[in-house]
């Protein structure tokens, strides 16, 4: 059972892989076809945080979008280091509702790569995503959350 | 068998040795059974001291004694301590004194290692109590001690608070294979598994319960140590990790320890009501079997301690309607005690008044379970005083009481004496009072929206609080009285028959009044278990 304690990390991992338990998001590596319902609108909310005196202003550039459920969108996040030193952080994401996070795919993500940041540097970060029509009908909203966290050099 | 000598004398061969070494060096059951019991009261004391600590702050909105990180440290070291130093040592010391008795063996499988399990606990207890004197002082993170709070944000202490979870994990499953190992191979040739008496039974599933979740404790641990100090990122989100996995683990071991802490009560209990109801335990195999039913469930249901970590609604459902299930084996042995004492020659000496307020609080504390397992409703009730109400219930109230009600039912076998039953009475009726004053407005508090593990709080909740304060300062001082009945038992009680209760079933009463030194030598015969048996 010590044994067991060990291998919940890996099956944790892959669990909310599969069900997107925990908001946990998937990825998309092309930009595949999915059947679109132009009629269908979902609104997407982006918000940022930062933890533990991460120095680095963040924020999403616009509040939400509407998107149409299989086609790709670009969403962009502004952040500005305020110090004078080079900042590296790791951004993690989360979405909400959790029964949405399984069919919020990403094609690409400054989340996938720690950043750094050079002093006084003002970076526009782009994320590329995608709504699966798989969605729940009655799920109308999506929030997405990134958590900017510092790294260590 | 039956000897009803009034003078009790040890074996003429082995007696135990003389002076202090006696209890360092001792191998023997029923000794190391008192020193369990006895540490697990010191204990109590220690634990119920944080609990007055936390009464008196809470007494007035407002802080008056203590620094809130101070508050955190009594919180956190309160509900380690009740549990790990309190509950579980009593139950382990309750198993090692009965179950060789109940199952006619001449003592543990292991004595060796029993000694050995023992003596791990006090310095596991020390090693834990003396985080109070360290800079940064105890763990003040809760007994739940959730990641990021025990691993980024913990005092230097937490280290010393890792290892001695360790080392009561040790003790625990050494204590849980004895256990095994004795009612597997030691138990009298005659005597088949449904003829055991249901502690035996009870104890021998929660052995199991515990070999399965301490290591899961152990591994959660040792996750936090190599967080803490080498550089791995198993509960930090940085480095791939996630907070939210350390809570899947610690209720993975969480949930299987709250059913440790009751399934022997459940025990102790099957045994008293039938002996003051004076009828055989009604539906014993559906104990058995709703023993093992609960057991099972017991690790299917952790998730429910945890509706606000953001699940998908399919996990909260499941996890809703596995808890519910759980009601339904519980709701079996409940019925099973009252059609026990349905048309029963009841008498309400001091252990069955015990029983039987466990009986009705337990339910109570059962019952709010179920509102907390409602995964909406369970937003409102989250870590409120509505919890705390309902896990003291079960646990005060529940295993705590069958381990009071334990002490008096078998007092009378391990010292021979009998102890004041006009002084337990009132001990009784002291203690379930005070207790209910204690423990019931804080459902209100909780329902209303006070939040646990806050030293202050806004207005409305006061009076409320000044009522539970009161019960708590009541119920504490009644433990005076009870260390008073509990020694004035063993140096001037009234030397007492080999069966002080006469409607007593169990091979234990047929032993002398005092259970001699090493007792059944010789196996029991089946005539004896058959008439001693409460499957009948």
Redesign the interface.
């Known amino acids: ?6 291998a ?2 890996p099956i ?1 991992d892959v669990f ?1 892989e599969i ?5 946990t998001t998937g990825r998309v590596d092309t930009e595949q076809q999915y059947t679109v319902d132009e009629q269908r609108k979902i609104e997407v909310s982006f918000f940022a945080m930062t933890m ?1 005196g991460f120095p680095v202003q963040f924020g999403p550039k616009v509040r939400s979008m509407m998107v149409v459920p299989g086609k790709f969108y670009t969403a962009s996040y502004i952040a500005k280091n305020n110090t004078g030193k080079t900042v590296i952080g ?1 951004a ?1 994401p ?1 979405v ?1 509702p ?2 949405a996070a399984l069919h919020f795919k990403k094609l690409e993500c400054f989340c996938f790569n720690r950043q750094a940041f050079k002093p006084h540097e003002e970076v526009e970060m782009t994320l590329r995503f995608v709504v699966e029509p798989e969605l729940d009908k009655r799920i109308k909203d999506i929030s997405l959350s990134y ?1 900017f ?3 260590d050099s | 068998m039956t000897t009803a000598t009034t003078t009790s004398h040890d074996d003429h061969h082995h007696g135990p040795e003389k002076g202090l070494m006696r209890w360092v060096k001792t191998t023997n059951h029923k000794d190391i059974g008192s020193l369990y019991m006895w540490f697990a009261f010191i204990m109590l004391l220690v634990g119920g001291a944080f609990a007055m600590g936390i009464r008196a702050e809470l007494l007035q909105p407002g802080l008056q004694l203590m620094e809130p990180q101070f508050f955190n440290q009594l919180t956190t070291m309160h509900g380690l301590i009740m549990v790990f130093g309190a509950i579980m040592p009593a139950f382990v010391g309750l198993g090692n004194w009965l179950i060789p008795m109940m199952v006619g063996a001449p003592d543990m499988a292991l004595p060796r290692m029993n000694n050995w399990s023992f003596w791990i606990l006090p310095f596991a207890g020390g090693i834990l109590l003396s985080t109070f004197f360290m800079e940064g002082g105890a763990p003040a993170f809760g007994w739940t001690f959730y990641a990021p709070l025990s691993t980024t944000f913990a005092p230097d202490s937490t280290d010393f608070f890792i290892f001695a979870v360790h080392l009561l994990g040790f003790s625990s499953i050494m204590g849980a294979i004895n256990i095994i190992a004795t009612v597997l191979n030691m138990r009298a040739p005659e005597m088949k598994l449904m003829d055991m008496p249901l502690f035996v039974w009870t104890w021998l599933i929660t052995s199991f319960l515990l070999i399965g979740a301490m290591p899961v404790l152990a591994g959660a641990v040792t996750m936090m140590l190599t967080d803490r100090n080498f550089g791995t990122a198993f509960f930090d989100a940085t480095g791939g990790g996630d907070p939210v996995l350390f809570q899947h683990i610690f209720w993975f071991f969480g949930h299987p320890e709250v059913y440790i802490m009751i399934l022997p009560a459940f025990g102790v209990i099957s045994h008293i009501i039938p002996t003051f109801a004076r009828k055989p335990l009604f539906g014993y195999s559906s104990m058995v079997y709703a023993t093992a039913a609960i057991a099972f469930l017991s690790y299917i249901v952790w998730a429910h301690h945890m509706f606000l970590t953001g699940m998908p609604v399919a996990a909260e459902l499941y996890f809703m309607y596995a808890t519910m299930l759980i009601s339904v084996p519980t709701g079996v042995k409940v019925f099973n005690w009252i059609s026990t004492m349905w048309r029963g020659s009841m008498t309400f000496e001091a252990p069955m008044l015990w029983a039987i307020s466990f009986v009705f609080l337990f339910t109570i504390g059962g019952f709010s379970g179920l509102m907390l397992g409602i995964a909406p409703a369970d937003i409102q009730y989250h870590d409120t005083y509505f919890v705390v109400a309902h896990f003291h219930y079960v646990l005060v109230t529940g295993a705590l009481w069958s381990i009071i009600a334990a002490t008096f039912y078998w007092l009378p076998k391990w010292t021979g004496r009998m102890y004041n039953e006009g002084l337990a009475k009132v001990h009784f009726w002291w203690a379930v009072v005070s207790v209910n004053v204690l423990f019931f407005p804080q459902h209100f508090l909780g329902l209303a929206g006070m939040p646990r593990r806050i030293p202050d709080y806004s207005l409305q909740f006061a009076d409320f609080n000044l009522i539970s304060s009161i019960g708590g300062f009541a119920f504490g001082a009644s433990f005076i009285l009870l260390t008073y009945i509990v020694i004035d038992c063993i140096r001037n009680g009234k030397p007492t028959t080999a069966r002080p209760w006469e409607g007593a079933k169990g091979l234990e009463w047929t032993l002398e009044p005092k259970a001699q030194y090493h007792s059944f030598n010789t196996p029991p015969s089946r005539k004896l278990i058959e008439a001693e048996s409460q499957n009948s």
């Open positions: 059972m010590f044994a067991f304690a060990y919940m990390v944790y909310c069900t997107g338990f925990n908001g533990g790791q993690i989360s909400a959790t029964d958590n966290f510092k790294l």
